[in-house]
């Protein structure tokens, strides 16, 4: 078998990931629960207020995050072709995106050869890639929340009809 196959990275990059290579949030809101269990021996209703504490407590820490990320500027990421981004999306969607623009930027600056475009960046997180911004930059433009896939929006629609008008923001 070829040493490429025994990493997980060359698998994991052909799929729609979001960059997500762990589940150590599935596995935090198991310890909490576990935490807040006393015993293996507990009935139902004593499992039922314990899961929906860490239901309670796993809102509360979303929400407060939410609430930071969506009113938090963060200057690293002013890139004019950026701006319409900021406080709509999430820091690790902006900090992807950020690194776009720098190869985007030393593309047009002529720092390095533009290569071809493969949509690999895209097609694993849903993000614009560098060649897209390249193209914005050059004229002018500026990314829109409908380069982005809907799982790095801090807002996310209600129902399919506000979905429609935002994608035609």
Known sequence: MPLRFEFAHFSIKNHRNFGVR????????????????????????????AIEETLERLRAN?????????????????????????????????KLIAGQVDIANSFIRGDRPTTTCTRAFNFQYGLPCCHLIKRLKELGAQLNIKHLEPHWWLKKPVCLFDMLITMGD
Not at 26 to 46: P, Q, V, Y
Not at 66 to 94: C, I, N, T, W
């Open 22 to 49: 762990v589940t150590s949030r599935a596995e935090g809101a198991h310890g909490l629960l576990k935490r807040l269990l006393k015993s293996r021996r507990i009935d139902l209703h004593t499992l039922l207020r």
């Open 62 to 94: 979303f929400e407060a995050h939410l609430h930071e990320q969506s009113s938090k500027k963060v200057l690293r990421y002013s890139d004019p072709v950026m701006a319409p981004l900021r406080y709509r999306v999430g820091f690790a969607a902006l």
